[in-house]
């Protein structure tokens, strides 16, 4: 057994012994979280009783791996910005493209940013980056506290160091810096600008507590929703509340769903009123065609070996859905007829994940609903993907009264505050993610050791 699994095992074992046989604990350890605003829907985010667990290696593998993607992924979106047929290739809508062509007074094309990640007996795949408002950060580092006074966690940290990971503060720094790079010399007001919804989502809960982290630290901060904004004699504000620095927790494509280009934040932006993190052209990194152009060695031919190496060991092939030839390991296919006849390995997605589409999973899906999905995917927006095996672990769950132990899927968020990685959230998933279940959520993540 390695390290981590053996680490593993113990705190398994500690559940079982007689001193916590009595779920009292657990039931504490809900309530801690009930007290700390962590819930979501009348459920706490985190869905079970033990934390994940990253071995130093590991955390350092996916640090350097995360660091040199992001890298990569930034010369990507330059050369997007620059031209025209790799921005059709991504399929921007048109008011994306308007908004990613406005500067944003600062340097950076993505100040803070998550990629999801499967970590696999020492092996990264790397399946989405977030670039509009990396989320976990909040709940993980309040998590983190929780967990740290349950009395198991206490009893395995007697032969066990457990190493806190970097949370809001690094996200605070980051934003200071691009507010800085902007112009900005004042100490700035912070609006956390979230599209409200008819019910109460995780993101909200989050912003919250995003919002009361940064105000501990000295910045007047509040959650703004895109409706109570307005904009006049070149100052944005939400009421008397006057707004400086903009984290912005909207997809693009939803904000253009409701909204045109005359809203009072794109105004601001435009006229460079505002700082906003991150920038309306750091969405260009939601789109996952950008796996498709990272993928292609026609574009990456010129990318420093380090990080052709990390694309070509960590991230799938991905081809946008289109009746074309491509390049499949140095040959040229028709991409239709390797779509039809490599069913079993491939999954098709939304280009978008806002749009109202569904994903295809060729090995859970016959061949007539094959075609059916490949004509659907050919009129809309889609990629094709090679199939990633997702990473799952055991953990130890706490549901109406007693715990069970149920192997769930563990999606882990390295963070990158300016290029470098500063701590990591994990997500935690019913295996079978495309059925509905309550097991989802956040669980805090420590480096082992």
């Given at each position: 057994?390695?390290?981590?699994?053996?680490?593993?095992?113990?705190?398994?074992?500690?559940?079982?012994?007689?001193?916590?046989?009595?779920?009292?604990?657990?039931?504490?350890?809900?309530?801690?979280?009930?007290?700390?605003?962590?819930?979501?829907?009348?459920?706490?985010?985190?869905?079970?009783?033990?934390?994940?667990?990253?071995?130093?290696r590991q955390y350092a593998s996916l640090s350097k791996a995360s660091e040199t993607l992001i890298t990569s992924i930034n010369r990507i979106k330059r050369m997007a910005l620059d031209t025209p047929s790799?921005?059709?290739?991504?399929?921007?809508?048109?008011?994306?493209?308007?908004?990613?062509?406005?500067?944003?007074?600062?340097?950076?094309?993505?100040?803070?940013?998550?990629?999801e990640t499967?970590?696999?007996?020492?092996?990264?795949?790397?399946?989405?980056?977030?670039?509009?408002?990396?989320?976990?950060?909040?709940?993980?580092?309040?998590?983190?506290?929780?967990?740290?006074?349950?009395?198991?966690?206490k009893e395995f940290r007697k032969k066990h160091s457990l190493t806190r990971l970097p949370g809001t503060k690094a996200l605070l720094q980051a934003m200071l810096k691009a507010y800085k790079d902007f112009g900005g010399k004042k100490l700035p007001n912070i609006a956390i600008v979230e599209l409200k919804q008819p019910f109460q989502t995780m993101e909200s809960a989050e912003y919250q507590l995003l919002a009361e982290s940064f105000r501990k630290f000295g910045y007047p901060s509040e959650v703004v929703n895109l409706d109570q904004m307005e904009y006049r004699n070149g100052v944005l504000r939400r009421g008397e509340f006057t707004i400086d620095l903009v984290y912005r927790c909207v997809k693009v494509q939803e904000f253009l769903v409701r909204y045109d280009l005359t809203h009072p934040l794109v105004r601001a932006y435009r006229d460079h009123a505002v700082c906003m993190v991150n920038s309306f052209r750091a969405e260009l990194t939601r789109k996952k065609a950008i796996f498709d152009l990272l993928t292609d060695e026609s574009i990456t031919q010129s990318f420093p070996a380090a990080e052709r190496k990390v694309i070509r060991e960590s991230i799938p092939w991905t081809r946008v859905v289109s009746s074309a030839s491509t390049s499949y390991q140095d040959q040229q296919v028709d991409l239709v007829d390797f779509i039809q006849k490599n069913r079993e390995t491939l999954v098709l997605k939304p280009?978008?994940?806002?749009?109202?589409?569904?994903?295809?999973?060729?090995?859970?899906?016959?061949?007539s609903g094959w075609e059916r999905a490949l004509r659907t995917a050919l009129r809309n927006p889609y990629v094709v993907q090679f199939r990633t095996e997702p990473?799952?672990?055991?953990?130890?769950?706490?549901?109406?009264?007693?715990?069970?132990?149920?192997?769930?899927?563990?999606?882990?968020?390295?963070?990158?505050?300016?290029?470098?990685?500063?701590?990591?959230?994990?997500?935690i998933s019913a295996v079978e993610s495309s059925r509905f279940s309550t097991l989802q959520g956040v669980a805090p993540t420590f480096v082992l050791g």
């Open positions: 057994m390695t390290q981590l699994s053996e680490a593993i095992a113990r705190y398994h074992k500690i559940l079982e012994s007689e001193s916590y046989r009595d779920l009292g604990w657990a039931e504490a350890l809900q309530q801690r979280m009930y007290e700390s605003g962590l819930v979501v829907s009348a459920r706490p985010v985190c869905p079970v009783l033990r934390p994940h667990f990253l071995s130093a790799l921005q059709a290739r991504m399929e921007l809508l048109p008011g994306e493209k308007m908004l990613a062509a406005i500067d944003p007074g600062y340097s950076y094309l993505s100040v803070a940013s998550l990629l499967y970590v696999n007996n020492g092996t990264l795949r790397f399946m989405e980056c977030v670039s509009d408002a990396p989320m976990g950060l909040a709940f993980g580092e309040i998590l983190t506290n929780v967990f740290l006074e349950a009395a198991p966690v280009n978008d994940e806002t749009a109202d589409q569904h994903e295809y999973r060729g090995w859970e899906t016959d061949e990473s799952v672990a055991t953990f130890p769950v706490y549901q109406w009264g007693s715990l069970d132990m149920k192997p769930l899927r563990v999606d882990v968020h390295p963070h990158t505050m300016l290029g470098k990685v500063h701590g990591c959230s994990s997500w």
